[in-house]
């Protein structure tokens, strides 16, 4: 049973472009939470997903940050006009129900803007 | 809102010491613990974790954690570290019922470096 998959791993942007960071959950799960980590600070919540609806965004920045779990698909976390502080890890986890507890996590995408 | 304290951002020992990574947490409401541990250039892997019933939790790789609800503590503890060890371990905290029980949130890590 394959893991959280992202892709892509590594990812370079200029100033103004923009991002797009893909997540497949394992199979079965239907939950996906995507969150952000800065260099030396632990993981900090952005949003949560379940299939075409997003539950909760609290966590993501008013602008140029939107996420969409499809019916078909991957997960994406898109950001619009990238700037030098949106430069960190992105994970993705997900999980079969909301009562287990554990989140899987992916192996993250790192996006770095110049 | 809940929130976890790491209080050793980094924690070096000598292969086959033992180790004790604290975390503290605070939260209004009761909830899950759990301790994540992620390699270099890796995604998190889950280590242990307390959901309910014995407060002395046994994980993967040799580690353990209690819980300590008059202390608000969740401990991470190995009786002999290994070089393979070397790695961030996180804690982090989750309501178990509420509107926000699905949000993890994170302690800031403690690099666990573990030299020969």
């Known amino acids: 049973n394959a893991g959280v998959m992202q892709n892509p791993r590594h990812l370079v942007r200029r100033r103004g472009q923009e991002a797009r960071l893909r997540c497949s959950p394992m199979k079965g799960h239907s939950h996906v939470y995507w969150y952000r980590q800065l260099p030396e600070e632990g993981l900090k919540f952005m949003v949560y997903?379940?299939?075409?609806?997003?539950?909760?965004e609290s966590g993501m920045p008013k602008e140029r940050f939107s996420a969409e779990f499809p019916k078909e698909g991957p997960s994406i976390l898109r950001i619009q006009q990238v700037v030098r502080g949106d430069s960190a890890a992105y994970f993705c986890?997900?999980?079969?129900?909301?009562?287990?507890?554990?989140?899987?996590f992916g192996e993250g995408s790192r996006l770095t803007v110049l | 809102a809940q929130s976890v304290t790491q209080l050793d951002s980094q924690v070096p020992v000598f292969e086959e010491a033992p180790v004790e990574l604290r975390c503290n947490y605070s939260?209004?409401?009761?909830?899950?613990l759990f301790w994540y541990v992620q390699y270099p250039n890796q995604g998190l892997q889950l280590l242990l974790k307390?959901?309910?019933?014995?407060?002395l939790v046994k994980g993967i790789n040799g580690f353990e954690a209690e819980f300590n609800k008059s202390q608000t503590s969740f401990h991470l503890r190995k009786p002999s570290v290994h070089i393979s060890d070397t790695a961030e371990y996180f804690c982090?905290?989750?309501?178990?019922?509420?509107?926000?029980?699905?949000?993890?949130?994170f302690g800031k890590g403690t690099l666990l470096t573990v030299n020969p």
């Open positions: 307390y959901l309910s019933g014995s407060t």
């Open positions: 986890a997900s999980s079969p129900t909301l009562n287990t507890g554990e989140l899987f």
């Open positions: 939260s209004s409401v009761s909830v899950y």
């Open positions: 997903l379940q299939k075409e609806n997003i539950i909760d």
């Open positions: 982090a905290v989750k309501e178990n019922s509420g509107g926000s029980n699905y949000k993890l949130t």
